[in-house]
């Protein structure tokens, strides 16, 4: 999601049975809809488990509340983890690196588009391709699994030595 799509993102769009989200207000004015993937729906579990109380306190409907409503502009923080890690970054190198890491798992153009929320210019994605919120499910977790597993948060696939079933001379 753009910076914006999720600090305004409200539970009213969260759902947890189907484990999809979809946001209303976008760039391109199209509602987009997106699948979790695992990690995405126990961390949005959490959450809302834990959520602001009381009915009157206008926070409590979005998912990532700020002081007064949503989310604010997160800068101080991200300055925060800049300072504490030494790597240069900003909300929207989040996106890029993940559809860099989307690109690199061979995840289909077309369905990074999507995921994306951009809109296919060429008259095949316009006009011949329909990728359902489903079909991007699988590409979600691969790419959720990635990021897991290159944080050490995930164990990579074990490797088995197989047997040397080559003729000995």
Do not use: C
Request: proline share 5%; net charge positive.
């Amino acid at each position: 999601m753009r910076r914006n799509e999720a600090a305004t993102l409200k539970w009213e769009n969260v759902d947890l049975r189907s484990k999809m989200i979809t946001i209303t207000v976008t760039k391109n004015y199209e509602v987009h809809s997106l699948p979790m993937s695992d990690y995405l729906l126990a961390m949005l579990k959490r959450r809302h488990a834990a959520r602001v109380k009381g009915d009157e306190d206008p926070r409590r409907e979005y998912v990532f509340p700020g002081d007064m409503g949503p989310l604010g502009e997160p800068k101080k923080h991200i300055a925060k983890v800049v300072a504490a890690s030494g790597v240069q970054f900003s909300s929207h190198t989040l996106r890029r690196t993940f559809a860099s890491i989307a690109e690199s798992l061979d995840i289909p153009y077309l369905a990074l588009k999507r995921l994306l929320n951009h809109k296919a210019q060429d008259v095949t994605g316009k006009s011949y391709t329909v990728i359902g919120v489903e079909r991007l499910r699988e590409p979600m977790q691969k790419i959720t699994d990635f990021i897991l597993k290159t944080a050490g948060e995930r164990k990579t696939a074990s490797v088995s030595k197989l047997p040397d079933k080559r003729a000995v001379a």
